[in-house]
């Protein structure tokens, strides 16, 4: 039994997400016609409620197959809306290091290293964890030392390789690092997903239960750049586009 669509702005909102979550949760595709009926409602809302905003617009260019950005279009409401953003200030401590950066890395050092140059050039501080002084802590202790920053940018590049135990050797996929994944799933949790962008190689198995994070191609046109760049000014920060 299908659910009504419900008639208050911030029950739509919930309603249009906890859809988006189960249909990217469900192990089938739902019906071409499905997509189209939430892309609709989800535009429509946006236009009515981010009047001012370039989420409406950022939504309709989101391939319809691609139900993971078009939710992560969508959340990007929340510190926007008054409505929305007084309770996601009360779920997410607000960040006391408003221009620090976190770079959540594998082993690909040369994208670490491009992620760090572009945001010190918009104006933020990127933190890498082995850069920092230890002072006699452990991982642990350095990691949570250091995650109080207003944005996180986690690198998924193909560093490992799994798959299925009873499957084939040549079955199994690029993945990203375990501790990369971690730390992503520690960063939604700290920050909020609107504050969490996963920069992505193309060849890279992705996660499937991150429903609503933001994730951006890696490319070598540096175009990632720029939407990383939008996606920190979406959500408040001071970055200078004029810089890139």
């Known amino acids: 039994m299908k659910l009504p669509y419900p008639e208050l702005p911030k029950d739509q909102f919930l309603f249009l997400v906890e859809q988006a979550e189960r ?3 469900s192990p089938q595709p739902p019906a071409e016609r499905t997509i ?21 617009d950022s939504l309709l260019v989101v391939p319809p197959s691609n139900l993971h950005r078009a939710l992560a279009v969508l959340l990007r409401a929340r510190p926007i809306v008054p409505f929305l953003k007084e309770e996601a200030i009360g779920a997410v401590p607000k960040p006391k290091n408003s221009k620090k950066v976190f770079i959540v890395h594998g082993r690909d050092d040369a994208l670490k290293n491009s992620v760090a140059r572009v945001v010190s050039r918009i104006g933020m501080e990127p933190i890498i964890l082995h850069e920092q002084p230890n002072r006699g802590r452990t991982i642990i202790e350095k990691f949570l030392d250091h995650s109080d920053v207003a944005y996180a940018v986690v690198l998924l590049t193909p560093d490992d390789k799994g798959g299925l135990i ?3 050797f040549d079955s199994m996929k690029a993945r990203a690092r375990q501790n990369v994944i971690l ?5 939604i949790g700290r920050l909020g997903r609107e504050r969490v962008a996963a920069l992505f190689d193309a060849t890279v198995d992705m996660p499937s239960d991150y429903t609503g994070v933001l994730y ?14 939008k996606e920190m000014k979406a959500v408040g920060l001071s970055v200078d586009l004029n810089k890139l």
């Not at 939430?38 to 001012?52: F, G, I, P, S, Y």
């Not at 730390?183 to 960063?187: A, C, K, N, S």
């Not at 951006?216 to 760049?229: F, K, N, Q, R, T």
């Open 166 to 168: 009873d499957g084939s």
């Open 36 to 56: 189209r009926q939430w892309r609709r409602r989800a535009v429509d809302w946006l236009k009515e409620h981010t009047a001012n905003s370039e989420l409406a």
């Open 183 to 187: 730390e992503l799933g520690f960063f």
């Open 23 to 25: 249909y990217t949760g």
């Open 216 to 229: 951006i191609p890696y490319d070598d046109s540096g175009v990632w750049s720029l939407h990383l760049a």
